[in-house]
């Protein structure tokens, strides 16, 4: 005698009616009359549909583990990325700290010069004022002579020498970030200040400069 599907839950089932016409289905417990889209059980079938069904169950895990090794390999190269960014922005932190200290300390040490003295160095030889002056902080006291401002908007004065010769011109263009803005100056008063001294050209320049209080 031969065997049908039940529509319910795919059990085998024998194809012996009772009276009513009826199956009954020793799995599910359904009732259900034979029809001929419920096709005859085949016994060798259900291995091959079990394996099939096996089959697609390893392959989405195996998706949704590969899915899942995805997002953790990704997330760990975007904290990876986050962390080596933040180390460089603390270097770099560190690093400009650490210039902006060296160069405080360097404004501190500035040896004193008037600017007499600065006048007739570069006058008597202006390599050998290079080689003293340039390119190092130097401390200035001396009386304003003028007070401008050149084309690029940056506030100077020039001070008092006491005769010919190139002035010197001290600029307040400081990029520190701990310095003061220009201070409003007049002719005629005497200041003390630190700058960089940048040689000589034409007269001799003095930049990022800042008033001793």
Request: glycine letters at 8%; hydrophobic letters at 35%; proline letters at 6%.
């Amino acid at each position: 005698m031969s065997r049908l599907h039940c529509p319910h839950c795919r059990a085998s089932v024998l194809n012996n009616p009772n009276e009513n016409g009826f199956l009954l289905c020793p799995e599910c417990g359904q009732r259900f009359r034979p029809r001929a889209d419920y096709d005859d059980f085949d016994d060798e079938a259900a291995p091959r549909r079990r394996r099939s069904s096996n089959a697609t169950t390893w392959l989405i895990v195996g998706l949704v583990g590969g899915l899942l090794a995805l997002v953790i390999v990704c997330g760990g190269g975007v904290w990876f990325l986050a962390r080596t960014v933040s180390r460089a922005a603390s270097e770099v932190r560190e690093a400009l700290e650490a210039a902006a200290t060296e160069e405080r300390a360097a404004r501190e040490k500035a040896a004193p010069v008037t600017p007499e003295e600065l006048v007739r160095a570069y006058v008597a030889d202006e390599a050998a004022a290079d080689r003293k002056y340039q390119g190092k902080y130097v401390r200035l006291t001396g009386v304003v002579a003028q007070v401008g401002t050149d084309p690029d908007g940056v506030e100077f004065i020039t001070l008092q020498t006491g005769g010919a010769g190139p002035r010197v011109e001290c600029y307040f263009d400081s990029d520190e970030v701990d310095v003061p803005p220009a201070p409003k100056l007049q002719r005629g008063q005497q200041v003390t200040l630190t700058g960089h001294c940048a040689g000589k050209d034409g007269n001799i320049h003095i930049r990022s400069c800042e008033l001793v209080k």
